[in-house]
């Protein structure tokens, strides 16, 4: 007897699930054409999902298991170019050994959605989460999400699908999940109706950009030196509309599903009088909140705000979050050899995002939890006390610190 | 002095070798005077391919600072001395990296000077180029096109013909002294030297006005603005075709208007249209799909996309049926079929001549039989 997923979610219900089950309902619920998957942890626990609820029959899809990760991703781009909805994902170095398939996704503007399972890239090998993996595509016009929550990441998915394929944006989307904490935790999550999913996400149409006997045209000619620029450039526009179709496909989301927070890209908790604002991504959002919470109780001024879409990234609404306090901490769980200041990556953007404002902070940079080592409300006082101490100096002793490294 | 600019125009891989040859020498006889300079090869060119028109360049100046400006560029702006080394290409040249067709003289500054290896004369070599309204010269160095680049031909002294009659026509850039000098270091060779002092005595200038050579429209294209432009870098496919020059009957092939590849060609296939057998073999294996079927069956190399590669003679099973013909031998793009069916004896005359010809006459690209470069190479020494 089977239960096809119309009768699994004929009404919205509540499940406990992990980020990475969260994200195969998502692809059923979203009636995903063509899923590529190869294994790898954390990765491997969507394509598990993904293929048990096929083989059960409740989904219908191609669901192909690769020979590596660069044919995972050059099969959804194929897909992806003739109107399939699609969906893949990685992890770590699987993720880069993708990277040609992947860049070129981008560059041939196909709206393929992407479960990043954030890992550590060896070597050494370790399981465990780092966010370089996912960074890696910043600069290739890939949207990318991190998400904190099971919920999130449903809910995300869902959105990721109905801002990638609007024909004003056609760009592919990244969802970064923490390794473990996001992929192998259960929690409650609510599920929606299948009807109300229809209603949020209207079909995939490349409309005349389709490759179709129908519609001949060639994909992906050289170009050289005369073209290449005004290519980056509409690249370029599509990235900057798509801010414009997050917003409004987020305000929809909410009115639809009847939950999500003020703005799609940053979450602000206790900062509108905040004197120290912590900036992370991801899970650590969890202990942050905890903390500041924690520190609120003894009367210290601190807030948090989590980068929710690293591209695009919310300029303007970072600089007036962030403008208004005294000092930022940044957490980075990545790293960047050799960067500015030998910081991580979201210290460097936050830094230079602030740079041009009237009202700059002290910016602080704290490298956490790399390899997927816990982050807990100790380590987050740690790093508020020693941005206290740059207030009290009135200036920036060490702009980097490692935290929970043992000399 | 300032700068002083030379490129050399030549057949991809086939020539690169002498091409290179000839810019490098350039800069090393420069040095002699101390002066300096650059010598580089038009990016986009390479890698080669085969007989695909590409392009070096030497740029030299009195002091580092000069020659900053003509650095990190893909191509000349203009340039003093152009040198040809395959006289199809005074037709005009087209490679993958540009667009549109570009006069053969289209660099060269006014007053400045065309160098044609060409066993041609100046005046037919001047029917093939493109009208300019500024004056230049022209000097033809009495030549086939030379492969001795390649390392499997002998050296026949093209490089240093050239260098030497470069001496001559632009004494701004280096003298005849310090351009033996520069050959002499390199090759240790005295019968090179006598070479380029050979070519050196016996170069002349044709001046050529403006508005001589040939009055064929110019390309002319437009690179489109990035909100005009197709999303998702998609190229749109062309038409499919239709009929014989628009009519019911045959079938002609809907072309690019912009993208003519034609300039590529130093050879063209001529038909003998009554011993065709309808076979369609050059049809189909024509790269550039330039046959038109024509109303009675038959198929017209269209000389508008035809790149000369040869392959239709290849195929083709009746003798002489398709003859590749030196691309000199002709001054239009004009349709044979058209000609033979208006007047097929003297269709029929003209293509007997050509292909005669062309039988006994040596070889123009190709060769007739193995060991024939080598029994010219001989032959060059008189020329």
Redesign the interface.
């Known amino acids: 007897m089977t239960t096809t997923i119309e009768q699994m979610f004929q009404t919205s219900s509540e499940e406990l699930i992990s980020g990475s089950e969260a994200i195969a309902l998502a692809c059923a619920l979203a009636d995903v054409d063509v899923i590529t998957a190869y294994p790898i942890r954390p990765y491997d626990t969507v394509m598990q999902y993904v293929s048990k609820l096929k083989a059960d029959g409740a989904f219908d899809c191609d669901f192909i298991v690769a020979e590596s990760e660069h044919t995972q991703f050059e099969i959804v781009k194929h897909a992806s170019s003739v109107g399939a909805r699609t969906f893949s994902g990685s992890s770590g170095v699987g993720w880069f050994y993708a990277f040609e398939a992947i860049t070129v996704t981008a560059?041939?503007?196909m709206p393929v959605v992407a479960m990043v399972g954030n890992r550590a890239l060896d070597d050494p090998g370790a399981f465990g989460v780092e966010h370089n993996d996912a960074l890696a595509v910043r600069d290739l016009g890939w949207m990318l999400y991190w998400v904190a929550t099971a919920q999130e990441a449903l809910d995300m998915a869902l959105l990721a699908w109905r801002i990638a394929e609007d024909p004003e944006v056609?760009l592919p989307f990244a969802l970064s999940c923490d390794g473990s904490f996001l992929t192998h935790s259960q929690a409650i999550v609510q599920v929606p109706a299948i009807e109300q999913v229809k209603r949020f996400l209207p079909p995939y149409d490349r409309g005349k950009?389709q490759l179709h006997p129908d519609n001949?045209?060639?994909?992906?000619?050289q170009?050289?030196?005369?073209?290449l620029?005004?290519?980056r450039?509409?690249s370029d526009?599509?990235m900057r509309r798509s801010v414009g179709i997050i917003k409004k496909a987020y305000e929809e989301f909410k009115q639809e599903f009847g939950r999500g927070d003020p703005s799609p890209f940053i979450d602000e908790f206790m900062t509108e009088d905040a004197e120290i604002i912590i900036v992370g991504m991801g899970t650590l959002a969890l202990p942050a909140r905890v903390a500041v919470r924690r520190l609120r109780e003894e009367g210290k001024k601190v807030g948090f705000l989590r980068v929710k879409f690293f591209r695009p990234f919310a300029t303007d609404e970072i600089r007036e979050a962030l403008s208004k306090c005294k000092a930022v901490c940044v957490i980075d769980r990545d790293y960047s050899y050799g960067s500015p200041s030998f910081g991580g990556v979201l210290f460097s953007e936050l830094r230079a995002t602030m740079y041009n404002q009237e009202n700059r902070p002290w910016m602080l940079n704290f490298i956490a939890g790399l390899g997927g080592r816990e982050i807990r409300v100790r380590e987050i006082n740690e790093i508020v006390d020693t941005t206290q101490k740059a207030i009290d100096d009135g200036k920036v002793e060490q702009e980097t610190t490692w935290i929970g490294v043992r000399e | 002095m300032s700068v002083v600019a030379v490129e050399v125009v030549y057949r991809g891989i086939f020539q690169r070798t002498l091409a290179r040859n000839i810019v490098r020498s350039i800069v090393f006889a420069a040095r002699k005077e101390g002066k300096i300079g650059t010598a580089f090869g038009r990016y986009?060119d390479s890698p080669e391919r085969n007989g695909i028109p590409a392009k070096q360049f030497a740029i030299v100046a009195d002091g580092a600072e000069e020659l900053e400006e003509s650095m990190a560029v893909?191509e000349a702006a203009e340039v003093d001395v152009t040198i040809n080394v395959d006289d199809t290409m005074c037709k005009g040249i087209e490679s993958w990296?540009w667009?549109g067709l570009q006069p053969i003289n289209e660099l060269t500054k006014p007053g400045g000077t065309l160098i044609v290896t060409s066993r041609q004369d100046n005046d037919a070599l001047i029917e093939d180029m493109h009208q300019r309204d500024s004056a230049y010269n022209l000097a033809t160095i009495a030549s086939i096109p030379s492969f001795s680049g390649l390392w499997v031909f002998k050296d026949d002294h093209t490089d240093v013909r050239i260098l030497g009659t470069l001496a001559k026509v632009a004494p701004q850039l280096v003298s005849l002294d310090s351009m033996l000098a520069a050959i002499n270091d390199q090759w240790s060779s005295e019968t090179k030297q006598a070479s380029a002092r050979k070519a050196y005595d016996r170069a002349s200038l044709r001046p050529v006005e403006p508005g001589e050579g040939k009055n064929e429209e110019r390309m002319t294209f437009t690179?489109?603005?990035?909100k005009d432009?197709?999303?998702?870098?998609?190229?749109?496919?062309i038409e499919p075709g239709g009929g014989f020059r628009g009519g019911d009957a045959g079938y002609e092939p809907v072309r690019s208007a912009v993208f003519k590849k034609f300039s590529t060609r130093s050879m063209r296939p001529v038909i003998n249209f009554d011993t065709c057998t309808k076979c369609t073999l050059c049809w189909l294996q024509c790269p550039d799909t330039c046959f038109d079927v024509t109303p009675d069956g038959l198929y017209d190399a269209n000389m508008e996309s035809c790149c000369g590669c040869g392959v239709c003679e290849a195929v083709c099973p009746v003798t002489d049926c398709v003859t590749m013909v030196n691309e000199g031998e002709f001054n239009d793009h004009n349709s044979q079929w058209e000609a033979w069916t208006e007047n097929k004896d003297e269709y029929n005359k003209w293509m007997t001549v050509l292909v005669e010809t062309q039988k006994k006459e040596t070889r123009t690209h190709g060769f007739h039989h193995k060991g024939q470069y080598a029994e010219e190479i001989a032959e060059m020494g008189d020329v």
């Not at chain 1, 170009?223 to 073209?227: F, L, M, P, R």
């Not at chain 2, 690179?223 to 990035?226: A, E, N, Q």
Request: proline share 8%; charged share 20%; no cysteine.
């Open positions: 560059g041939l503007r056609l950009l001949p045209i060639t994909v992906a000619p170009v050289n030196e005369d073209w620029m005004e290519i450039r509409q526009a599509a | 986009g893909y990296a667009y690179l489109p603005g990035w432009m197709e999303e998702a870098v998609v190229i749109r496919a």
